[in-house]
């Protein structure tokens, strides 16, 4: 199995549901603190890999919440630099294993790339924010 560097924000109700699904498929999860985190463009790239910009970003941070981030309307380093002044718009988790990096947490996808368990694969949404926040309508200006 594998030891995955997990980079949540502390108190998230679904981080913790999703690094359970880890240490259950037999993993070793190293969490780290998302927000405490010295990110640079550099570092923080890889974790998005061939992923379109607008799919790097968590849709329940404020900034996109309120329209004032709007991810559909951003280049990569604008992106970057947005994601780096205000963790809390990086999609979460960052998973690392070994050199390869991943953002955010779909269970198929997980499953395919280090494994879980088919009976502890949950149903329901494991990245929206279960407090019930809307997500922001429109377009780019």
Excluded: Y
């Amino acid at each position: 199995m594998a030891t995955v560097l997990f980079w949540e924000k502390p108190g998230c109700v679904n981080n913790a549901r999703q690094k359970r699904l880890l240490q259950e498929a037999g993993h070793t999860v190293l969490a780290r603190d998302l927000l405490a985190e010295p990110w640079t463009a550099q570092s923080l790239r890889p974790f998005f890999g061939r992923l379109p910009v607008a799919d790097w970003f968590n849709r329940a941070a404020p900034g996109v919440k309120d329209g004032s981030v709007l991810p559909e309307c951003l280049d990569e380093e604008t992106a970057l630099a947005l994601m780096v002044s205000q963790p809390l718009l990086i999609r979460r988790p960052l998973m690392q294993v070994g050199d390869q990096r991943r953002t955010g947490f779909v269970p198929e996808t997980v499953a395919a790339w280090i494994g879980l368990r088919p009976a502890a694969a949950p149903r329901g949404d494991l990245e929206s924010c279960p407090k019930g926040h809307a997500e922001t309508a429109g377009g780019c200006p």
